[in-house]
């Protein structure tokens, strides 16, 4: 409850500032603000149910204040002004009065004045009418209501519709400033794994690399994983390069340039530089152990906030520490120190505990694929050292044929560190060419593959594509007991179930039916799924033989290759980023309003372009879900994304839009160019355009919210 009032608090006071702009300045130009509201009062009816169009409201001096049924934005309603067009000669009317009665309308009205003095004004309107009706000249008998937002010069009328902006850009510096007082929590940008084969492996990141600098922005050691180079990524797509400072060490710092990789699942298109954020070494209060691996069936057990300390007797600090060792002891069973949590709540560390975790075998399912030639050679690897070249297929180790592509990498586990002959075919070469190389122990998991993957062999430093046509079955594997065949083409997967009680959401996918292909969902990413895999769970396969499609399900079975993956699941690292000083946090609440500003500006090029997606765009629900996620971070880390939301209402609300405030901007910059308002008809229809426009964005991208979030 706490979260959802403080998002419920944040995100109506970002709303109730820009309206107070416009009503503080109203008021000190002379304009009565008849209602100050935040969210819409609409009357809705569903059918015989009428719901009330305001949660509540109160009378204060000549202003109703209230909150609407609506809660999409605010408004003030000053005399003369109306945003409905079907109210505008109404509204235009309302404000005439006899000439000469002006002076008796100034200042403030209260309790029975006001009452009365809107009857005179009504009476007054109807009189005004009346004489345009009958063809007498109105202007000589009516004027405006001095007190009216029409009545005010074009500057005045400027600084009350540009006010509610300025106010959010305030606000905006404000709650930056507050946040890095108090101390904003945020995950470095801290390279903690590089994805084989990916972008970021192709130029050479490594682990432990801090991006100081994205693009053209600042440097900074406190760039945000989750916000700051994710919204990079997705500004750049794959049209263009990001360019990055990055830091080695304390001294070291070299610049790359590297383009995204667009991976297209069910419609969605996913940007990746195969960059995974660094990981600290505790485990998850909610799940230490993932169910399944080995980790989850160690006694004693894992429990929720313990902190690896040691492996096998070795002190390590962080998670790529972890990975390396486990990497090397994949076929050993390991023993884990770890740090309880403190029960008593005083004390900073609890006690220690050793716990024995078992070697994870590798699944397989008996099938032999077709593999590729090296697509990528990691900079300064072992392999690049010994004259691997791109398009090379591997053939045989040490005179060994290289029988499944998919063991390569385990098959070289006993030869680490010593020197090993390769034959490969090299283009058109009739003949194999010998290759000498050393392969070393890698720093992470092999046959760990995510979206994308190749085929990796980390201790050579290379990867290559495996094509999911069958070149031969292994005998008595579950494959041959289903009738797959040599040539046959997995062309779709799809994971399911035994246990009817299990959710559809629980499963790979989701239980739907995925196609393969060798750029997206590839036959190392579907093996690295197969060891995920629990006893109820099955796959299917759908294949092409000779232009018949047929399906297979099978369970996959248990070997004696072993896979480094032990099931424990870690936290991602933290930092916290706090000002000493107020007046440092006020320059990092400019630098941060500054960023955002920009970001939102970025956004907007992109999708003008056609560079960003407009599905991307998140609307209302997205806004809460967020907010949401940041308020249970901390109240900085909200304050930070209300900073955020209010450069982003401040530039959206500034568009020439009619019906915004750049739009009535637009319509005054006109009429102080011209020296007379622009027609009312022709703002009354260019108002209409930009109602529907806005309408049809809001019920976009809510509909958008609606798919991200539910389906």
């Known amino acids: 409850m706490w979260i959802i009032g403080s998002v419920a608090c944040g995100l109506g006071f970002v709303i109730f500032v820009h309206e107070l702009g416009h009503f503080l300045v109203a008021k000190m130009c002379g304009v009565k603000c008849e209602k100050f509201y935040i969210g819409f009062d609409v009357p809705i009816k569903l059918g015989p149910i009428k719901l009330p169009s305001r949660l509540g409201r109160f009378q204060w001096g000549e202003t109703e204040y209230g909150v609407g049924i609506i809660p999409l934005g605010g408004y003030v309603k000053m005399l003369?002004?109306?945003?409905?067009?079907?109210?505008?000669?109404?509204?235009?009317?309302?404000?005439k009065i006899r000439k000469g009665d002006a002076a008796d309308r100034d200042g403030a009205a209260t309790g029975e004045e006001t009452a009365d003095r809107d009857a005179v004004s009504q009476s007054e309107s109807t009189a005004a009418a009346s004489v345009a009706a009958t063809g007498g000249d109105a202007d000589d008998e009516f004027e405006l209501d001095p007190r009216s937002f029409p009545a005010k010069t074009v500057p005045q009328r400027m600084a009350i519709i540009s006010a509610g902006v300025i106010m959010n850009l305030i606000f905006a510096v404000i709650f930056a400033t507050f946040a890095f007082r108090s101390g904003v929590s945020y995950k470095p940008c801290e390279?903690?794994?590089?994805?084989?084969?990916?972008?970021?492996?192709?130029?050479?990141?490594?682990?432990?690399?801090?991006?100081?600098?994205?693009?053209?922005?600042?440097?900074?050691?406190?760039?945000?994983?989750?916000?700051?180079?994710?919204?990079?990524?997705?500004?750049?797509?794959?049209?263009?390069?990001?360019?990055?400072?990055?830091?080695?060490?304390?001294?070291?710092?070299?610049?790359?340039?590297?383009?995204?990789?667009?991976?297209?699942?069910?419609?969605?298109?996913?940007?990746?530089?195969?960059?995974?954020?660094?990981?600290?070494?505790?485990?998850?209060?909610?799940?230490?152990?993932?169910?399944?691996?080995?980790?989850s069936q160690a006694t004693p057990a894992f429990e929720g906030g313990d902190r690896v300390v040691a492996i096998d007797g070795q002190s390590v600090q962080d998670g790529y520490q972890i990975r390396s060792l486990l990497a090397r002891l994949s076929d050993k069973a390991v023993k884990i120190t770890v740090e309880r949590k403190s029960k008593d709540g005083e004390t900073k560390t609890g006690p220690r505990a050793d716990i024995i975790v078992q070697p994870n075998h590798i699944k397989r399912l008996g099938l032999v694929m077709t593999p590729g030639g090296i697509s990528g050679i990691y900079p300064g690897s072992p392999g690049e050292q010994a004259g691997f070249e791109m398009g090379d297929v591997l053939l045989a180790v040490n005179g060994q044929p290289i029988?499944?592509?998919?063991?390569?990498?385990?098959?070289?586990?006993?030869?680490?560190?010593?020197?090993?002959?390769?034959?490969?075919?090299?283009?058109?070469?009739?003949?194999?060419?010998?290759?000498?190389?050393?392969?070393?122990?890698?720093?992470?998991?092999?046959?760990?593959?995510?979206?994308?993957?190749?085929?990796?062999?980390?201790?050579?430093?290379?990867?290559?594509?495996?094509?999911?046509?069958?070149?031969?079955?292994?005998?008595?594997?579950?494959?041959?007991?289903?009738?797959?065949?040599?040539?046959?083409?997995?062309?779709?997967?799809?994971?399911?179930?035994?246990?009817?009680?299990?959710?559809?959401?629980?499963?790979?996918?989701?239980?739907?039916?995925?196609?393969?292909?060798?750029?997206?969902?590839?036959?190392?990413?579907?093996?690295?799924?197969?060891?995920?895999?629990?006893e109820d769970v099955r796959i299917k396969l759908t294949m092409d033989r000779?232009?018949?499609?047929?399906?297979?399900?099978?369970?996959?079975?248990?070997?004696?290759?072993?896979?480094?993956?032990?099931?424990?699941?870690?936290?991602?690292?933290?930092?916290?980023?706090?000002?000493?000083?107020?007046?440092?946090?006020?320059?990092?609440?400019?630098?941060?309003?500054?960023?955002?500003?920009?970001?939102?500006?970025?956004?907007?090029?992109?999708?003008?372009?056609?560079?960003?997606?407009?599905?991307?765009?998140?609307g209302p629900l997205s806004i809460a879900t967020v907010a949401g996620l940041e308020a249970s971070e901390s109240v900085s880390r909200l304050l930070i994304f209300l900073t955020l939301l209010s450069a982003n209402l401040a530039i959206i609300n500034f568009l020439p839009i009619p019906a915004l405030d750049g739009g009535h901007m637009m319509f005054l910059t006109v009429e102080w160019v011209r020296g007379k308002p622009v027609d009312e008809r022709l703002q009354m229809t260019l108002t209409l355009v930009g109602v529907a426009c806005l309408l049809g964005l809001m019920l976009f991208v809510s509909g958008m919210d609606i798919r991200r979030l539910f389906f």
């Open 80 to 95: 003369g002004q109306d945003d409905d067009p079907r109210a505008a000669q109404a509204e235009a009317d309302r404000i």
């Open 191 to 295: 390279v903690g794994e590089v994805v084989p084969g990916s972008p970021a492996w192709v130029i050479g990141l490594r682990p432990r690399d801090l991006i100081v600098q994205l693009g053209n922005g600042k440097p900074s050691d406190h760039l945000r994983f989750d916000w700051d180079l994710r919204n990079a990524v997705h500004m750049v797509g794959q049209t263009d390069e990001l360019s990055m400072l990055v830091r080695r060490g304390k001294y070291q710092e070299e610049s790359f340039a590297l383009r995204p990789v667009i991976h297209k699942v069910a419609g969605e298109e996913f940007p990746m530089l195969g960059i995974a954020q660094a990981a600290r070494p505790n485990l998850s209060d909610l799940m230490p152990a993932i169910e399944g691996y080995p980790a």
């Open 403 to 534: 029988v499944d592509p998919m063991s390569l990498a385990t098959q070289l586990i006993p030869l680490w560190g010593t020197e090993v002959e390769f034959q490969v075919r090299r283009g058109e070469a009739s003949e194999p060419i010998a290759v000498k190389a050393t392969p070393l122990p890698p720093n992470s998991f092999e046959n760990d593959f995510s979206l994308g993957s190749p085929m990796a062999v980390r201790s050579l430093g290379i990867v290559f594509p495996v094509d999911p046509t069958v070149v031969a079955v292994t005998a008595s594997s579950v494959a041959e007991e289903q009738g797959v065949e040599p040539g046959d083409k997995v062309t779709a997967v799809q994971f399911s179930s035994t246990d009817v009680t299990k959710d559809l959401e629980e499963l790979i996918f989701s239980g739907e039916e995925i196609p393969l292909d060798t750029k997206t969902i590839t036959w190392p990413f579907i093996y690295a799924k197969l060891q995920e895999m629990s």
């Open 546 to 618: 000779n232009g018949m499609r047929r399906s297979v399900t099978m369970q996959p079975a248990v070997t004696d290759e072993f896979f480094a993956e032990r099931g424990l699941a870690f936290t991602r690292k933290k930092a916290t980023h706090k000002a000493k000083t107020w007046g440092a946090a006020v320059g990092l609440g400019f630098r941060q309003t500054k960023e955002d500003l920009g970001r939102v500006g970025a956004v907007l090029k992109g999708l003008s372009t056609g560079g960003i997606s407009p599905k991307k765009l998140g």
